[in-house]
C-alpha cells in the first residue's frame, strides 16, 4: 500500500503512521492535527506516536506492534488518554518508502457523546482537586506552589508559574518545573511590561493567550519570540489574574504536551477566581507582617522581627554569622535640648548610615536609640570591614555618634547568644565613650 501524503486529510476518521523501530511518528492527518491542538503538521514530525497520541513518556503497554500483519486490519478499543474518549483503532503493516511502518485508522466518533462526559467529569475532578488544594494549607505560598503542580502534572506541562505585574514591569513569583526541566523565576524579575503588549489588549477582555507554536510569532512579534524561545518553550497558554477590574497578573502552562489548548484554556480560567482571592490573601498577610514587624519611624525591622529571625530553629542553613549592636549617643540631650522632632531625625540620620554601611543585611531598631544588624553566612574578614566602616561613618564627625559591638561566629548553634556578645561589646564602647566625654 503507497500513501500520498495528503490522501487522508479529507476524511474524519483519524489516520497515522509510525515507526515499528523508534515509534517515530512520520504521518499525520489534518483531523488528527486538530482533534490533538496542532495547527500544522511540522509540529508532530519527528516525535514519537505515543509522546502526541497518548501523552506518554514511554511505549504505551497496549502497543499492537508485535501483533500486526500485512494486508488484514487489527481491529480494537480503547480509551484515550488525551481525548477522554473511547477510540476504535484500526492497525495493519504498510510500506513507507520501502520500509514496513505501523498504519492506523482511529476512529473518536464511535462513542462521542461518553467521551464528552468523560472529559468534562475529569475536568471538574482536576478544578474540584486544585480548589481543595488552594485551601488546604495555611500558608498560602504553600498553597499556592501546591496548585501550580496539580496543574503542571494534569495537563503534562512542563512548567506552570504566576507572574504579578507593577506598574510597567513584572515579576515571576510563584513556579513548578517538571523533572529535569530548569527553573527560570529567577531570571525573570523586572521584566519590562512591554515584552507582553501583544497580551495586553486580551488580557483586558479577560481573555486568554494561546500560541500553539512560537514559530508563528518569529516574525511578528520578534522580542517576545526570542525571550520564549530563550526559555525552550514551543507553546502556552495564558490566562489573566483580574482584581477590581485591574490586571494584577496572569498564571500559564508552557508547553502542554498533546492536548487541545482550548480545552486547557478553559480550565486555567475556572481556577483563576481562586488564584486570585489567593493573591489578595498573600497581599493582606504580606500587609500585616509588615506592620508586625516594621519600625514606623524609620522603616527598619522591629523587635518582633529581631526575636523572630534570632529564634533557634531560624538558624538551621547558617555556617557562619555575625552581629552588631549599636546605640546611639547623646539622643536623650538632643531630645531635652532641641526637642523630640529634632531627636526623631537624629534617630533616622543614624539608620540611614547603618544602611549604608550593612551592605542589604538586616537592620532592626530594637528600642529608642539602639539598632541591631545580623549578618548571617559572612566570613570574619568581611564582618570586619563593615566594624571599621561603621565605627568611622559614627565617629560623630557628621553629627551622628553610636557605640558599636560587634561579635563572630562560625556554625553558631544560637544566634541569641550571638547577638548577646555583641550587646555586651557595645556596651563596652559605650561606657569608654562616656569615660572620653567627662
Known amino acids: 500500500m503507497k500513501i500520498i501524503i495528503n490522501e487522508f486529510d479529507g476524511v474524519n476518521e483519524i489516520v497515522y503512521v509510525a515507526d515499528m523501530d523508534d515509534y517515530t511518528l512520520l504521518y499525520l492527518n489534518k483531523a488528527g492535527l486538530k482533534l490533538l491542538g496542532y495547527t500544522k503538521r511540522e509540529q508532530i514530525l519527528g516525535k514519537k506516536c505515543y509522546e502526541v497520541l497518548q501523552g506518554q513518556q514511554q511505549p504505551c503497554e497496549t502497543c499492537t506492534n508485535g501483533k500486526l500483519c500485512r494486508g488484514k486490519f487489527l481491529e480494537w478499543k480503547y480509551d484515550n488518554p488525551i481525548t477522554g474518549n473511547k477510540c476504535k483503532s484500526k492497525d495493519k503493516l504498510i510500506l513507507w518508502n520501502g520500509k514496513e511502518v505501523h498504519f492506523t485508522i482511529a476512529d473518536f466518533s464511535l462513542i462521542k457523546g461518553d467521551g464528552n462526559f468523560n472529559r468534562k467529569t475529569e475536568r471538574e475532578k482536576i478544578v474540584m482537586e486544585c480548589i481543595q488544594m488552594m485551601h488546604s494549607s495555611v500558608k498560602t505560598d504553600v498553597a499556592i506552589n501546591n496548585t501550580l503542580e496539580i496543574m503542571g502534572k494534569y495537563l503534562n506541562g512542563q512548567r506552570t508559574y504566576i507572574f504579578r505585574v507593577h506598574a510597567k514591569h513584572m515579576n515571576n513569583e510563584y513556579e513548578w518545573c517538571e523533572e529535569g526541566i530548569s527553573r527560570e523565576m529567577d531570571f525573570l524579575q523586572n521584566v519590562p511590561l512591554s515584552i507582553i503588549r501583544r497580551w495586553l489588549p486580551y488580557f483586558y477582555?479577560?481573555?486568554?493567550?494561546?500560541?500553539?507554536?512560537?514559530?508563528?510569532?518569529?516574525?511578528?512579534?520578534?522580542?517576545?519570540?526570542?525571550?520564549?524561545?530563550?526559555?525552550?518553550?514551543?507553546?502556552?497558554?495564558?490566562?489573566?489574574?483580574?482584581?477590581?477590574?485591574?490586571?494584577?497578573?496572569?498564571?500559564?502552562?508552557?508547553?502542554?504536551?498533546?492536548?487541545?489548548?482550548?480545552?486547557?484554556?478553559?480550565?486555567?480560567?475556572?481556577?483563576?477566581?481562586?488564584?486570585?482571592?489567593?493573591?489578595?490573601?498573600?497581599?493582606?498577610?504580606?500587609?500585616?507582617?509588615?506592620?508586625?514587624?516594621?519600625?514606623?519611624?524609620?522603616?527598619?525591622?522591629?523587635?518582633?522581627?529581631?526575636?523572630?529571625?534570632?529564634?533557634?530553629?531560624?538558624?538551621?542553613?547558617?555556617?557562619?554569622?555575625?552581629?552588631?549592636?549599636?546605640?546611639?549617643?547623646?539622643?536623650?540631650?538632643?531630645?531635652?535640648?532641641?526637642?523630640?522632632?529634632?531627636?526623631?531625625?537624629?534617630?533616622?540620620?543614624?539608620?540611614?548610615?547603618?544602611?549604608?554601611?550593612?551592605?542589604?543585611?538586616?537592620?532592626?531598631?530594637?528600642?529608642?536609640?539602639?539598632?541591631?544588624?545580623?549578618?548571617?553566612?559572612?566570613?570574619?574578614?568581611?564582618?570586619?570591614?563593615?566594624?571599621?566602616?561603621?565605627?568611622?561613618?559614627?565617629?560623630?564627625?557628621?553629627?551622628?555618634?553610636?557605640?558599636?559591638?560587634?561579635?563572630?561566629?562560625?556554625?553558631?548553634?544560637?544566634?541569641?547568644?550571638?547577638?548577646?556578645?555583641?550587646?555586651?561589646?557595645?556596651?563596652?564602647?559605650?561606657?569608654?565613650?562616656?569615660?572620653?566625654?567627662?
Open 205 to 438: 477582555c479577560n481573555e486568554s493567550v494561546i500560541i500553539p507554536d512560537v514559530e508563528m510569532i518569529k516574525e511578528v512579534a520578534p522580542d517576545e519570540y526570542s525571550i520564549l524561545k530563550q526559555q525552550n518553550i514551543n507553546s502556552l497558554i495564558a490566562v489573566p489574574l483580574i482584581e477590581k477590574g485591574k490586571l494584577i497578573g496572569y498564571f500559564g502552562v508552557d508547553n502542554p504536551k498533546a492536548r487541545n489548548l482550548d480545552e486547557i484554556s478553559n480550565i486555567l480560567k475556572m481556577l483563576s477566581y481562586f488564584f486570585e482571592s489567593l493573591l489578595e490573601r498573600k497581599d493582606r498577610e504580606s500587609y500585616l507582617e509588615r506592620i508586625g514587624f516594621t519600625d514606623a519611624l524609620t522603616g527598619a525591622l522591629n523587635r518582633n522581627a529581631f526575636i523572630r529571625d534570632t529564634m533557634p530553629e531560624s538558624d538551621s542553613d547558617i555556617v557562619s554569622a555575625g552581629g552588631f549592636f549599636i546605640d546611639i549617643n547623646g539622643l536623650k540631650k538632643t531630645n531635652d535640648t532641641y526637642g523630640h522632632e529634632a531627636g526623631d531625625n537624629l534617630i533616622r540620620k543614624v539608620y540611614d548610615i547603618i544602611s549604608s554601611v550593612a551592605e542589604g543585611y538586616p537592620i532592626y531598631r530594637l528600642g529608642g536609640d539602639e539598632f541591631a544588624v545580623l549578618c548571617c553566612n559572612i566570613s570574619q574578614k568581611e564582618l570586619d570591614k563593615i566594624d571599621i566602616r561603621m565605627r568611622t561613618e559614627l565617629d560623630g564627625r557628621n553629627g551622628c555618634s553610636a557605640a558599636i559591638g560587634a561579635s563572630f561566629l562560625e556554625n553558631p548553634s544560637d544566634l541569641g547568644m550571638l547577638m548577646d556578645e555583641a550587646d555586651k561589646r557595645m556596651y563596652k564602647d559605650k561606657r569608654q565613650y562616656y569615660k572620653k566625654i567627662r
